[in-house]
């Protein structure tokens, strides 16, 4: 070669490198148009976002697709497309020569790197659109591998109408992933990009089915003659093609939390997923207008969400689909109770069975009541989280102190939102804070997890974000609680664990404006919201009657493995203790151990009962007995001799509630009446107006018969209850008009904020 020739050939060359740089092709994630595809773990597209032209398209690897289809597309559309360098000259000389020959196309010249190149910079049909697609072909091979330039076909080819790629137009088309294409499905969608509009399956059947027999006739030889007649029998069915809608507004959160992303892989349950948005829309038809429900599951292993639904319908706007309300932040009402009981536990403060006062009471002006306006007394711990009880749960956080549980909880990854300007206070236990179902699915986790609580995780490459949220013992202690009663119902004997259910907590925020359901098993935490999305009140909708039904449906339909043993983690055991004071219960005789109970007991700590809030003194005293009589005494008015009886004092405020055989026992006889002058800790209060042991007739068929009730000797504000259950605050000394319309017994109490008290029993007859 002359020297002059090698200069001429360096100069062209270097002219085509300049050319490449100065005109680099349309490459996707440069100049070209971007769209993105969610999918659930199994490849399920959830929902398919279009690029800035309305395309619909999935992103799918090579190694993902059928090899059916790969062999079909290289046989019938570029034999050649390993060897030559973007553009086959034997190809264009042949399909040149026929169009010569014949007038009309005969053959395409050509490769498939040409058709690449047609797809990203579009060429008109002409002999200048032709060597200008030919020049992009040489630079795509030139700055692309062949795996490369396959994967842009596979992405980007047309299949008809807003499809583009095999992965869009298999799912489109055929309801499956390319990965599962038969040999006539793979040759029906190698032939569709030549005429993507005249061979559309889903309206041009026979015409699909006559290009697919193409493509099957140019397969025999490698597929063989029997394989290619048994495809030529399958019929071309397409489906209507429509837009994949599963978790939409879950897929919506990821893709914007990954917006470059073509692609994104979830943790979803494509299945589950499936299964719980049926749940949800199988309870439209009973919920009122403008309510929204929404639900999130999550693995306790991985901490992977499987369903996320973040609304009730996501076609109806008049329930505000387009809000997801596992994102949003709502009061979560006393669905943050278990916590509170867990962490207390770890301080030491209580054990399971530790005596509380579910009664009327004032908290530094705080009044906290009861979801159904009842008392019960005295009740445990476990009772207390059993029932959800109010003013238990207040009075555990007025020790721990609220600053310290929001803390502890923040600490833990549960994020609270308080009101604008305030610190945390007592309220927070009853809803007066916000978070998120995410935010609580995330926290319950714990329960499962030996306390370790964790962000849910969305994508197969998030990090795994945990942080303690309490103890492994609390953690049982707790979950245990909630499942199945405490180890009253279900003691763990001889070192054997016992099956466990489902624990769940159920929520609902003042004005009934939210309800909520959150549980654990062994193997997922479900939480369920149900609400109005603008916060309008739905009256009578609460958390045991709307949320926790849901709730266990879901865990009905996704969690099918049966429960497995669970021991208690190191540092928890039984033990008896006793009441009123709270503490071991072994060696205490019967007049300090009124009621024995079995309780968990957490690194061997057996608080006593918190101190009497409305009377000093200790718990346990030593009172004084007449030696003959037995009536009480004391030093001075003694008739006789004296003998000392150490005794467990009841908290003042849970006086009135004991019942009669435990006030035997538990409370002091009255006074010698030599000691008529002394004063017993409950004196000073009296109820007049109606007498103990009276009874109360309807007038024929009048009307239900009121009675007025007043008390002496009380201070400043009065409660009244009547079976337990609060009727009236009133000021003292002022009546308090109350009917009685049904026949039977009733106890009415009256007790003023210092513990004093007076209780008569009355019964009514018609």
């Given at each position: 070669?002359?020297?002059?020739?090698?200069?001429?050939?360096?100069?062209?060359?270097?002219?085509?490198?300049?050319?490449?740089?100065?005109?680099?092709?349309?490459?996707?994630?440069?100049?070209?148009?971007?769209?993105?595809?969610?999918?659930?773990?199994?490849?399920?597209?959830?929902?398919?976002?279009?690029?800035?032209?309305?395309?619909?398209?999935?992103?799918?690897?090579?190694?993902?697709?059928?090899?059916?289809?790969?062999?079909?597309?290289?046989?019938?559309?570029?034999?050649?497309?390993?060897?030559?360098?973007?553009?086959?000259?034997?190809?264009?000389?042949?399909?040149?020569?026929?169009?010569?020959?014949?007038?009309?196309?005969?053959?395409?010249?050509?490769?498939?790197?040409?058709?690449?190149?047609?797809?990203?910079?579009?060429?008109?049909?002409?002999?200048?659109?032709?060597?200008?697609?030919?020049?992009?072909?040489?630079?795509?091979?030139?700055?692309?591998?062949?795996?490369?330039?396959?994967?842009?076909?596979?992405?980007?080819?047309?299949?008809?109408?807003?499809?583009?790629?095999?992965?869009?137009?298999?799912?489109?088309?055929?309801?499956?992933?390319?990965?599962?294409?038969t040999e006539s499905e793979a040759a029906l969608l190698t032939v569709l990009p030549q005429a993507p509009s005249l061979l559309r399956p889903d309206r041009y059947p026979d015409r699909a089915r006559q290009a697919r027999d193409k493509v099957l006739a140019r397969m025999e030889p490698r597929w063989g003659a029997e394989l290619v007649r048994e495809a030529r029998q399958e019929p071309v069915i397409a489906q209507t093609v429509r837009e994949p809608l599963l978790a939409p507004l879950f897929a919506e959160r990821?893709?914007?939390?990954?917006?470059?992303?073509?692609?994104?892989?979830?943790?979803?349950?494509?299945?589950?997923?499936?299964?719980?948005?049926?749940?949800?829309?199988?309870?439209?038809?009973?919920?009122?207008?403008?309510?929204?429900?929404?639900?999130?599951?999550?693995?306790?292993?991985?901490?992977?969400?499987?369903?996320?639904?973040?609304?009730?319908?996501?076609?109806?706007?008049?329930?505000?689909?387009?809000?997801?309300?596992?994102?949003?932040?709502?009061?979560?009402?006393?669905?943050?109770?278990?916590?509170?009981?867990?962490?207390?536990?770890?301080?030491?403060?209580?054990?399971?069975?530790?005596?509380?006062?579910?009664?009327?009471?004032?908290?530094?002006?705080?009044?906290?009541?009861?979801?159904?306006?009842?008392?019960?007394?005295?009740?445990?711990?476990?009772?207390?989280?059993?029932?959800?009880?109010?003013?238990?749960?207040?009075?555990?956080?007025?020790?721990?102190?609220?600053?310290?549980?929001?803390?502890?909880?923040?600490?833990?990854?549960?994020?609270?939102?308080?009101?604008?300007?305030?610190?945390?206070?007592?309220?927070?236990?009853?809803?007066?804070?916000?978070?998120?179902?995410?935010?609580?699915?995330?926290?319950?986790?714990?329960?499962?997890?030996?306390?370790?609580?964790?962000?849910?995780?969305?994508?197969?490459?998030?990090?795994?974000?945990?942080?303690?949220?309490?103890?492994?013992?609390?953690?049982?202690?707790?979950?245990?609680?909630?499942?199945?009663?405490?180890?009253?119902?279900?003691?763990?004997?001889?070192?054997?664990?016992?099956?466990?259910?489902?624990?769940?907590?159920?929520?609902?925020?003042?004005?009934?404006?939210?309800?909520?359901?959150?549980?654990?098993?062994?193997?997922l935490t479900v939480g369920v919201w149900v609400g109005r999305p603008d916060g309008t009140p739905n009256p009578g909708f609460f958390g045991a009657n709307i949320a926790a039904p849901l709730l266990i449906d879901v865990f009905a339909a996704v969690d099918g493995a049966p429960p497995g043993p669970r021991l208690p983690p190191e540092g928890v055991s039984q033990a008896k203790i006793c009441w009123p004071l709270g503490t071991w219960g072994e060696d205490l005789p019967p007049a300090l151990c009124h009621e024995?109970?079995?309780?968990?007991?957490?690194?061997?700590?057996?608080?006593?009962?918190?101190?009497?809030?409305?009377?000093?003194?200790?718990?346990?005293?030593?009172?004084?007995?007449?030696?003959?009589?037995?009536?009480?005494?004391?030093?001075?008015?003694?008739?006789?001799?004296?003998?000392?009886?150490?005794?467990?004092?009841?908290?003042?405020?849970?006086?009135?509630?004991?019942?009669?055989?435990?006030?035997?026992?538990?409370?002091?006889?009255?006074?010698?009446?030599?000691?008529?002058?002394?004063?017993?800790?409950?004196?000073?209060?009296?109820?007049?107006?109606?007498?103990?042991?009276?009874?109360?007739?309807?007038?024929?068929?009048?009307?239900?018969?009121?009675?007025?009730?007043?008390?002496?000797?009380?201070?400043?504000?009065?409660?009244?209850?009547?079976?337990?259950?609060?009727?009236?605050?009133?000021?003292?000394?002022?009546?308090?008009?109350?009917?009685?319309?049904?026949?039977?017994?009733?106890?009415?109490?009256?007790?003023?904020?210092?513990?004093?008290?007076?209780?008569?029993?009355?019964?009514?007859?018609?």
């Open positions: 070669m002359s020297r002059r020739l090698r200069l001429a050939l360096a100069a062209a060359l270097g002219l085509l490198l300049v050319a490449d740089q100065l005109f680099p092709p349309p490459l996707p994630g440069r100049a070209a148009p971007h769209a993105q595809v969610v999918l659930a773990r199994d490849g399920t597209p959830l929902r398919a976002f279009p690029d800035r032209t309305h395309i619909w398209r999935h992103p799918v690897r090579d190694d993902e697709v059928s090899p059916r289809y790969l062999e079909a597309l290289i046989a019938y559309e570029d034999r050649f497309f390993h060897w030559h360098p973007g553009v086959n000259p034997l190809a264009l000389l042949r399909a040149a020569g026929q169009w010569a020959t014949s007038g009309r196309v005969v053959s395409g010249g050509s490769t498939l790197t040409m058709q690449v190149a047609r797809i990203l910079d579009p060429t008109p049909h002409t002999l200048r659109g032709k060597l200008r697609q030919m020049a992009r072909a040489v630079q795509l091979e030139l700055r692309l591998s062949k795996r490369e330039i396959l994967g842009l076909y596979l992405g980007y080819a047309p299949m008809g109408g807003v499809l583009e790629g095999v992965e869009a137009a298999s799912r489109a088309y055929l309801g499956k992933p390319s990965a599962r294409l990821v893709r914007r939390e990954h917006p470059r992303q073509p692609r994104v892989e979830t943790t979803l349950d494509a299945g589950m997923q499936s299964m719980v948005e049926q749940l949800i829309a199988s309870r439209l038809s009973v919920l009122p207008p403008r309510v929204s429900m929404a639900a999130l599951v999550v693995d306790n292993a991985t901490l992977e969400v499987l369903a996320y639904a973040g609304s009730a319908d996501f076609a109806d706007e008049s329930r505000f689909s387009h809000v997801d309300m596992v994102r949003a932040t709502r009061s979560p009402g006393s669905t943050l109770k278990p916590f509170l009981y867990g962490l207390a536990l770890d301080e030491g403060l209580i054990h399971s069975e530790s005596l509380l006062a579910d009664v009327p009471q004032s908290f530094s002006g705080y009044q906290p009541g009861n979801f159904q306006a009842n008392f019960s007394g005295p009740v445990s711990v476990s009772q207390a989280l059993q029932k959800s009880l109010n003013v238990p749960a207040v009075e555990v956080l007025d020790h721990l102190g609220p600053q310290r549980f929001v803390a502890q909880l923040r600490r833990g990854g549960l994020r609270l939102e308080l009101p604008r300007g305030a610190g945390p206070n007592l309220s927070v236990i009853l809803g007066g804070a916000a978070t998120s179902l995410e935010g609580l699915v995330g926290a319950y986790t714990s329960f499962a997890r030996s306390g370790i609580a964790a962000r849910p995780r969305y994508t197969k490459n998030a990090p795994l974000e945990e942080t303690r949220m309490m103890s492994a013992g609390a953690a049982f202690i707790v979950r245990d609680i909630l499942e199945s009663g405490g180890p009253l119902a279900r003691a763990v004997e001889g070192g054997v664990g016992v099956r466990r259910g489902i624990a769940f907590k159920t929520g609902t925020s003042f004005g009934f404006r939210d309800a909520w359901s959150v549980g654990v098993s062994d193997r024995q109970r079995t309780a968990w007991i957490l690194n061997g700590a057996a608080p006593p009962t918190f101190p009497d809030r409305l009377r000093g003194g200790a718990p346990r005293y030593t009172d004084y007995r007449d030696a003959e009589s037995g009536l009480r005494v004391r030093a001075g008015c003694a008739p006789g001799e004296m003998r000392a009886v150490e005794m467990a004092r009841w908290p003042a405020a849970l006086e009135p509630w004991l019942d009669t055989g435990t006030r035997r026992h538990a409370l002091p006889p009255a006074w010698a009446p030599a000691c008529k002058d002394a004063v017993a800790p409950e004196a000073g209060l009296k109820i007049v107006g109606v007498a103990d042991g009276e009874t109360i007739r309807r007038a024929g068929t009048g009307p239900a018969p009121e009675v007025r009730l007043e008390a002496r000797g009380g201070q400043d504000t009065l409660t009244w209850l009547v079976n337990g259950v609060q009727v009236g605050r009133m000021a003292a000394g002022r009546p308090l008009l109350q009917k009685f319309p049904v026949a039977g017994p009733y106890r009415i109490t009256a007790m003023d904020d210092a513990g004093r008290f007076d209780s008569v029993e009355i019964s009514v007859r018609n």
